[in-house]
């Protein structure tokens, strides 16, 4: 080897040594970060040290998550791994794809086998239990179904409609199945999807609430009936936090206030606090601003109205369903909202305590299939 390349690659070895000192005196002196306000989770601390843990190999497992998630100007290095990768023309990062026009869309991964079905078991339990009870059931497909056309070339959503259609196919009972999908599908021109999070938008929300009428037995209002407003222009959604796609344009936030509002009481039951809106503003100053609904998930949440025709509604669901609730309440005296995710009480209990005769179960499909509360619904079913 020349003396010049000893020379070149001594010192480039000097400086790197450097460079890792550098770092690791600047992160041992910086205090270590809870929150990546970018990625919307929670970060890493430093692993408390015992022989146990080390010997079992978790102290080091951890040990590394915290270095990394810890790193000196992680959020910099990450959106430059974002864009090294969007210009050697990646288009997908940790389950998400980057398509058209700036749509970050999820990618579907099939539920495993024998699960689907489980689900489907305890559906079907709950509902021979409850005879009374008028059922009705709505699975919504996300982006990825419906705007296809966004998706790269060599991605698809027809898995997604595969499995939702074996869902539709599947032995209901009384329960009775609305398809949204020719809603979301005449009008996918319109901005139904979020384009940084895996939501429907209030649009596609509404979209959805009229479906419901006729089934559910009522009549929905029309857009001139709400006053539609943005809130926000500045959402960087789920999506956007999963993939570290970055350089996106955020997405905006509209409310439906109705032109002729009614008197609206929230409890949320576990909690054992009360609002007089399902609207939680200040939230729209936070990383995840669609929590602007109900505050996020809950495991029950109880809406009072001033609907005086007494008809009370269970809802069964996801976070989809948040912005397509306040929709539903012109039409109902009181709905109660059960997320099964975090709600520990008995579902056929509640309905008979509460003498509900109506109820809607609504997922967004990948929810439905990666979610295993869902069997849930039927444990208190003989």
Do not use: C
């Given at each position: 080897?020349?003396?010049?390349?000893?020379?070149?690659?001594?010192?480039?070895?000097?400086?790197?040594?450097?460079?890792?000192?550098?770092?690791?005196?600047?992160?041992?002196?910086?205090?270590?970060?809870?929150?990546?306000?970018?990625?919307?989770?929670?970060?890493?601390?430093?692993?408390?040290?015992?022989?146990?843990?080390?010997?079992?190999?978790?102290?080091?497992?951890?040990?590394?998550?915290?270095?990394?998630?810890?790193?000196?100007?992680?959020?910099?290095?990450?959106?430059?791994?974002?864009?090294?990768?969007?210009?050697?023309?990646?288009?997908?990062?940790?389950?998400?794809?980057?398509?058209?026009?700036?749509?970050?869309?999820?990618?579907?991964?099939?539920?495993?086998?024998?699960?689907?079905?489980?689900?489907?078991?305890?559906?079907?339990?709950?509902?021979?239990?409850?005879?009374?009870?008028?059922?009705?059931?709505?699975?919504?497909?996300?982006?990825?179904?419906?705007?296809?056309?966004?998706?790269?070339?060599?991605?698809?959503?027809?898995?997604?409609?595969?499995?939702?259609?074996?869902?539709?196919?599947?032995?209901?009972?009384?329960?009775?199945?609305?398809?949204?999908?020719?809603?979301?599908?005449?009008?996918?021109?319109?901005?139904?999807?979020?384009?940084?999070?895996?939501?429907?938008?209030?649009?596609?929300?509404?979209?959805?609430?009229?479906?419901?009428?006729?089934?559910?037995?009522?009549?929905?209002?029309?857009?001139?009936?709400?006053?539609?407003?943005?809130?926000?222009?500045?959402?960087?959604?789920?999506?956007?936090?999963?993939?570290?796609?970055?350089?996106?344009?955020?997405?905006?936030?509209?409310?439906?206030?109705?032109?002729?509002?009614?008197?609206?009481?929230?409890?949320?039951?576990?909690?054992?606090?009360?609002?007089?809106?399902?609207?939680?503003?200040?939230?729209?100053?936070?990383?995840?601003?669609?929590?602007?609904?109900?505050?996020?998930?809950?495991?029950?949440?109880?809406?009072?109205?001033?609907?005086?025709?007494?008809?009370r509604l269970l809802i069964v669901k996801d976070s989809y369903a948040n912005s397509l609730i306040p929709f539903l309440t012109t039409h109902f005296s009181e709905i109660d909202?059960?997320?099964?995710?975090?709600?520990?009480?008995?579902?056929?209990?509640?309905?008979?305590?509460?003498?509900?005769?109506?109820?809607?179960?609504?997922?967004?499909?990948?929810?439905?299939?990666?979610?295993?509360?869902?069997?849930?619904?039927?444990?208190?079913?003989?």
């Amino acid at each position: 080897m020349k003396k010049y390349d000893q020379v070149y690659y001594r010192a480039l070895a000097i400086l790197l040594l450097m460079f890792t000192g550098a770092v690791l005196v600047i992160n041992s002196l910086t205090p270590g970060k809870v929150l990546s306000e970018s990625e919307n989770r929670m970060l890493q601390q430093l692993p408390a040290f015992s022989l146990q843990t080390l010997g079992s190999g978790k102290f080091a497992l951890e040990f590394e998550a915290y270095i990394a998630d810890q790193f000196m100007e992680r959020d910099f290095w990450i959106g430059l791994k974002s864009d090294a990768d969007q210009r050697l023309g990646k288009k997908e990062s940790n389950g998400v794809y980057i398509g058209k026009d700036g749509y970050l869309i999820q990618k579907f991964s099939p539920p495993e086998k024998g699960d689907l079905e489980d689900k489907m078991k305890a559906v079907q339990a709950f509902d021979q239990a409850t005879p009374g009870l008028r059922k009705h059931m709505m699975l919504v497909p996300t982006a990825a179904a419906v705007l296809e056309d966004k998706l790269p070339p060599y991605a698809s959503g027809g898995g997604e409609r595969v499995y939702w259609d074996k869902i539709k196919a599947s032995d209901l009972g009384d329960i009775q199945w609305i398809d949204v999908s020719p809603a979301l599908e005449a009008n996918k021109e319109q901005p139904i999807y979020y384009k940084t999070d895996h939501h429907w938008t209030t649009k596609g929300a509404f979209l959805a609430y009229r479906e419901l009428g006729a089934p559910m037995g009522f009549t929905p209002k029309h857009e001139a009936d709400f006053n539609i407003h943005q809130v926000t222009s500045q959402f960087y959604g789920s999506l956007y936090s999963k993939s570290g796609f970055r350089h996106l344009q955020p997405d905006s936030i509209e409310l439906y206030d109705p032109k002729t509002p009614g008197n609206i009481s929230v409890d949320y039951v576990d909690e054992q606090q009360s609002a007089d809106s399902m609207y939680v503003m200040e939230n729209l100053t936070k990383k995840d601003k669609y929590t602007v609904f109900f505050n996020g998930n809950h495991g029950l949440i109880r809406i009072t109205t001033g609907n005086p025709d007494g008809r009370r509604l269970l809802i069964v669901k996801d976070s989809y369903a948040n912005s397509l609730i306040p929709f539903l309440t012109t039409h109902f005296s009181e709905i109660d909202v059960i997320d099964l995710r975090y709600y520990e009480g008995d579902v056929l209990k509640l309905t008979e305590d509460r003498q509900i005769r109506d109820m809607l179960i609504l997922y967004n499909i990948i929810t439905f299939f990666e979610d295993p509360s869902i069997k849930s619904i039927a444990d208190s079913v003989e």
